[in-house]
């Protein structure tokens, strides 16, 4: 009982610690309530907007944005990683234009990405393409490099096809680390994802903090970040699940 408890517990208190400074300061800072709003008027804010529907659609559209450029972040980083941790010409030719790239904030392509797709869920999904995209290629690119070169020689004796080398080699070598750099890369297109949708869309919780600011409700606009933090929270609590359920496969491998 205490090993099930002693998880839930500790993040409890910090919570709970949280909640009690965050009302003392509403109470005592000297910001009015919309400035500032304690706890209580955020939560009876926060049912208003799940009863009305309006939390749970702009939840949604940043969740299939946010699925939508990472899925395409992943079809095409993670087989260029396969292509340039393999074969050094092709680094050779497009190490240096990933490497010139990839420190460009994602956000500096707002303006080229709304003249290209125009205002709505084109320019959000390249945006978080993009900011998943290149960690992922590179992430990729070292994980195949860092796999021992003795199990290339043995495929080589047995003759393997490229796609025995891929499937049987690099893939199973590879995935522990990427499936680290998906946990981290999830992250950063969560994080996207809300400053593309303060200026490129209509809908979405980055587009739900932009319009409550600018109509002043400040419980809105925490309403929007708990939302956000919570499904951070989950995202990563998932991928956490995936990194150990390969790791229990991978030591199920190994005892045979």
Same mark, same amino acid.
């Given at each position: 009982?205490?090993?099930?408890?002693? +998880?839930? !517990?500790?993040?409890?208190? &910090?919570?709970?610690?949280?909640?009690?400074?965050?009302?003392?300061?509403?109470?005592?800072?000297?910001?009015?309530?919309?400035?500032? +709003?304690? +706890?209580? *008027?955020?939560?009876?804010?926060?049912?208003? /907007?799940?009863?009305?529907?309006?939390m749970l659609r702009h939840a949604v559209a940043s969740l299939f944005r946010v699925t939508a450029g990472f899925y395409l972040a992943i079809l095409f980083g993670i087989p260029l990683g396969i292509v340039l941790g393999r074969w050094r010409t092709a680094q050779q030719f497009l190490n240096p234009l990933i490497q010139f790239l990839r420190p460009?904030?994602?956000?500096?392509?707002?303006? !080229?990405?709304?003249?290209?797709?125009?205002?709505? $869920?084109?320019?959000? =999904?390249?945006?978080?393409?993009?900011?998943?995209?290149?960690?992922?290629?590179?992430? #990729? &690119?070292?994980?195949?490099?860092?796999?021992?070169?003795?199990?290339?020689?043995?495929?080589?004796?047995?003759?393997?096809?490229?796609?025995? =080398?891929?499937?049987?080699?690099?893939?199973?070598?590879?995935?522990?680390?990427?499936? #680290?750099? !998906?946990?981290? #890369?999830?992250?950063? %297109?969560?994080?996207?994802?809300? %400053?593309?949708?303060?200026?490129?869309? *209509?809908?979405?919780?980055?587009? /739900?903090?932009?319009?409550?600011?600018?109509? @002043?409700?400040?419980?809105?606009?925490? $309403?929007?970040?708990?939302?956000?933090?919570?499904?951070?929270? @989950?995202?990563?609590? =998932?991928?956490?699940? /995936?990194?150990?359920?390969?790791?229990?496969?991978?030591?199920?491998?190994? $005892?045979?």
């Amino acid at each position: 009982m205490k090993s099930i408890q002693q +998880p839930f !517990l500790f993040p409890l208190v &910090t919570f709970s610690v949280t909640l009690m400074l965050w009302e003392l300061l509403a109470r005592h800072s000297g910001w009015s309530e919309q400035v500032f +709003p304690g +706890p209580v *008027k955020v939560f009876v804010s926060m049912c208003e /907007l799940i009863c009305n529907g309006a939390m749970l659609r702009h939840a949604v559209a940043s969740l299939f944005r946010v699925t939508a450029g990472f899925y395409l972040a992943i079809l095409f980083g993670i087989p260029l990683g396969i292509v340039l941790g393999r074969w050094r010409t092709a680094q050779q030719f497009l190490n240096p234009l990933i490497q010139f790239l990839r420190p460009i904030s994602p956000l500096a392509w707002i303006p !080229l990405s709304m003249l290209w797709f125009g205002i709505g $869920d084109k320019p959000a =999904v390249f945006l978080i393409f993009l900011a998943s995209f290149f960690p992922l290629a590179v992430s #990729t &690119t070292a994980a195949v490099q860092s796999i021992n070169p003795v199990y290339f020689h043995v495929a080589a004796n047995f003759n393997f096809s490229r796609y025995e =080398v891929v499937t049987k080699i690099i893939i199973p070598g590879m995935l522990p680390s990427v499936l #680290t750099a !998906l946990r981290i #890369t999830v992250t950063i %297109a969560w994080l996207v994802v809300v %400053a593309a949708e303060m200026i490129a869309v *209509k809908s979405g919780l980055g587009y /739900l903090i932009l319009d409550s600011r600018n109509a @002043l409700r400040m419980d809105y606009v925490m $309403d929007g970040m708990i939302v956000i933090g919570a499904i951070g929270l @989950l995202l990563d609590y =998932v991928m956490t699940r /995936l990194n150990r359920i390969d790791s229990i496969a991978w030591a199920s491998v190994g $005892d045979r």
